[in-house]
């Protein structure tokens, strides 16, 4: 099935998506995700139905899709933006709202005819987009906040046209009350927009790094170097491109020629520039901060890192976490629900204070003061706003579940090799025998330098030297080494103690060195601990959360290195099979995260509570896990942790208030408290204080 992928505007809350997401499931569509925050919808498209079918649906349900590959002809209509709308109704709505002026009578506002004039304009502007989007919900099943505005404005409209027409005094005239209800919620509908557009920052600061112009390098037929612009939008996979300091890389590249500092604070979080040459690869959206190179592009547009991690976050912010389905179930008869208290404020008044008009305000008050979106906005809100902070922190959230279960996590596992330790090794001691030490290392290097083994990389880098033995034949045996043949027909080899335990009793040593079947030395390789690992581990020590070191490496290293940062326990010496079994029983006794890196930990990463794995791992760890912490970023793991923690707090302080505003407003309007023209005033405001609360996750301090 092919993956589609669009942008819709109209949105408001999780009642809003759940319409979308309802109607796009009935038209047979799989893997539907819509994210009500930043408008993004993904599906899988069937064989039965096109783009433009689905999209001119969307359209009727009253949302826009916004998309260069939809053939939809939509013309900008009249009023198409909340402050258009706002700024058009607020003239009408504050000459009616002068004769409520203590003081002040103006005679002619006080004919009929002249507020309902005044009234109409607005009335209609307000229907034309609430009393639609109303029939819309409704006609699929999942009622929206417009059902409860449109069904007040309405109601105070209708009312005071049946008085004006048929009812004597101006008692009955509440054409300001339905003028002033659409107002306040358009203005209310644009300071939401602005204020949940807000939690976006920081995946829009992401989103203007990927266009930008280009210097693309091209020949002439003289075969001479032209240097011309282009947008990067336009790049393919193979262009070669010239970049000076200053400018920012337009796609994914790699240097063929130059070098220079290149800041990836955009990818990584981590703004101290690092030296890239010949060879070396760029991430678009990096910036060259001093240094001229020249390079060729390796992905460009969707396929590139930024976009990719763009793309990510789009994907997790569509995910919901466990915390949201509660509130969902709510929004979903909150609407009926709130009429339905409405209908029995009306009657009720009406009895207990034996006056229509009365009840009929106290009624709309209720049906403009609820607001469904609170409760839908509390989580998705809070969500993009951990998402992108992560993001722009260099650490990548696959989704939105893992952000909540950190706030329970209780002990942290660690990979040993490329996780606590750097993956790289250094010679720690050696034992040449009787041979001469130069001649010993110049033996193991001629050897080791044929090898694709870690240890034996790690060894003929250190022990590099131009004084090189020419085997008449080399080889590598696998769980033994190399084997190499002179030209005396002598045989040399360097393995393991596989191949040497007929020779000693000593099987700790990484590397052991043969001459024609007899021991002439060892070598002995330690790991290099990850400069952040020490600062990592007092970190959970000072939350309590446990630490674990486990390993597939042998049980004296690994006890080593755990003494060393003191973890507080050690498990060595397992297969993949062992490592998933022992994360099985962790996970089951307390929630537990697992870092890892390689292709052995990816079952393991899978099976734990969060996994977490690095920018540098195997492309398998990489998908078995939830996190993704970039740039090697180990020195991420307490923010992710704290971000986590924060982001969870946050939606419970959301949730708090939507629920308990609700709770609250809702009797006090039903008993008289607050005017219909307050509570749409009140309501307005309410999905802002969400927005701001969630948008303090940019800059508290979570670690």
């Not at 870092?595 to 990816?602: K, S, T």
């Amino acid at each position: 099935m092919e993956k589609t992928q669009w942008k819709v505007e109209g949105m408001t809350c999780s009642n809003c998506a759940l319409t979308i997401h309802q109607y796009l499931e009935k038209k047979g569509l799989q893997n539907v995700k819509v994210n009500a925050i930043g408008g993004d919808v993904s599906f899988d498209l069937n064989d039965t139905t096109s783009t433009d079918q689905i999209a001119k649906g969307i359209e009727k349900l009253g949302y826009q899709v916004v998309h260069e590959g939809i053939a939809v002809t939509r013309s900008k209509p009249f009023l198409s933006t909340h402050l258009h709308r706002f700024l058009f109704t607020l003239p009408f709505t504050l000459v009616l709202m002068l004769h409520m002026i203590p003081g002040l009578h103006i005679l002619w506002l006080m004919n009929p005819w002249v507020q309902l004039g005044l009234a109409l304009p607005v009335y209609i502007v307000g229907m034309l987009y609430f009393g639609r989007s109303a029939i819309n919900s409704l006609r699929n099943g999942v009622p929206n906040m417009n059902v409860l505005i449109a069904l007040g404005a309405t109601a105070a409209f209708v009312y005071s046209l049946a008085g004006h027409i048929m009812g004597p005094g101006e008692e009955y005239l509440f054409y300001e009350t339905a003028a002033t209800i659409i107002t306040l919620v358009f203005l209310g509908n644009h300071l939401e927009d602005t204020s949940v557009a807000s939690t976006q920052k920081a995946l829009k600061d992401l989103a203007k790094t990927q266009k930008v112009m280009a210097n693309m390098i091209a020949f002439d037929d003289q075969h001479k170097e032209i240097v011309f612009p282009v947008e990067s939008s336009q790049l393919r996979s193979g262009d070669l491109l010239l970049i000076k300091t200053g400018e920012q890389v337009p796609a994914d590249c790699k240097i063929f020629w130059g070098e220079a500092e290149i800041n990836e604070a955009i990818i990584t979080g981590e703004s101290i520039p690092v030296f890239k040459k010949a060879k070396d690869a760029l991430i678009g959206g990096s910036v060259v901060e001093n240094g001229t190179i020249k390079a060729q592009v390796t992905a460009a547009g969707n396929d590139t890192v930024l976009a990719n991690i763009m793309q990510l976050v789009k994907q997790a912010q569509g995910e919901k976490p466990p915390v949201q389905k509660m509130a969902d179930r709510i929004s979903a008869i909150f609407v009926p629900v709130v009429i339905g208290i409405a209908l029995v404020t009306l009657g009720v008044n009406w009895i207990i204070l034996n006056d229509f008009t009365d009840a009929l305000m106290r009624s709309i008050a209720v049906l403009v003061i609820a607001c469904p979106c609170a409760m839908g906005l509390a989580t998705p809100a809070a969500i993009a706003v951990g998402l992108g902070r992560g993001a722009r922190s260099g650490i990548l959230f696959r989704n939105a579940s893992s952000l909540e279960l950190f706030k329970d996590i209780k002990q942290v596992v660690f990979d040993k090799t490329g996780t606590i330790t750097t993956g790289k090794f250094s010679i720690e001691q050696f034992d040449s025998g009787s041979m001469n030490e130069a001649d010993f290392k110049s033996l193991v290097y001629s050897l080791e330098k044929y090898s694709n083994h870690p240890l034996a990389k790690s060894i003929a880098a250190q022990w590099k030297t131009n004084n090189v033995i020419r085997w008449k034949k080399i080889e590598e045996i696998k769980g033994r080494g190399m084997r190499a043949e002179d030209k005396e027909g002598n045989i040399y080899q360097a393995g393991s103690y596989v191949g040497a335990l007929q020779h000693t009793k000593e099987e700790h040593h990484q590397l052991y060195v043969l001459k024609n079947e007899e021991l002439v030395g060892w070598v002995d390789l330690k790991d290099e601990i990850r400069i952040e690992s020490q600062t990592i581990i007092n970190y959970l020590k000072s939350k309590n959360i446990k630490t674990i070191l486990l390993s597939g490496d042998r049980n004296e290293k690994t006890r080593k290195i755990a003494n060393e940062l003191g973890i507080d326990e050690v498990i060595a010496e397992k297969t993949p099979q062992q490592k998933l079994d022992i994360i099985t029983d962790l996970s089951a006794r307390a929630p537990t995260v697992m870092v890892g890196d390689g292709i052995n930990d990816a079952p393991a990463l899978a099976r734990a509570t969060v996994g977490i794995s690095m920018s540098d791992a195997s492309h398998v760890a990489m998908q078995s896990s939830q996190v993704v912490l970039m740039n090697n970023g180990l020195k991420n793991l307490p923010t992710a942790l704290g971000l986590g923690k924060h982001t969870y707090i946050t939606i419970k302080q959301n949730l708090f208030w939507a629920f308990s505003y609700n709770i609250i407003a809702i009797p006090v309007a039903a008993l008289g408290f607050l005017t219909p023209t307050f509570g749409a005033l009140v309501m307005a405001l309410s999905d802002v204080v969400l927005a701001i609360n969630s948008g303090r996750l940019f800059v508290k301090k979570v670690v």
